[in-house]
């Protein structure tokens, strides 16, 4: 699965990590991550991230 880099702090979103504060459970994909999530650091939309290479 592919990672996501969020465009404005930095942060990457690691499928194989989830983001469990925020309710995303491990494995789970970046598309299938529901809309209003935001970035656990700078709090951007998911609308902010980028695939990272």
């Known amino acids: 699965m592919k ?3 969020c465009a404005v702090c930095g942060y990457v979103y690691d499928p194989e ?3 469990p ?3 995303i459970a ?3 994909a970046f598309e299938d991550i529901p809309d209003d ?6 709090y951007v939309t998911k609308s902010d991230f980028e ?3």
């Open 3 to 5: 990672k996501y880099q």
């Open 26 to 28: 491990p494995g789970t």
């Open 51 to 53: 695939p990272v290479e």
């Open 17 to 19: 990590e989830g983001d």
């Open 37 to 42: 999530w935001h970035c656990p650091v700078c």
């Open 21 to 23: 504060d925020g309710g």
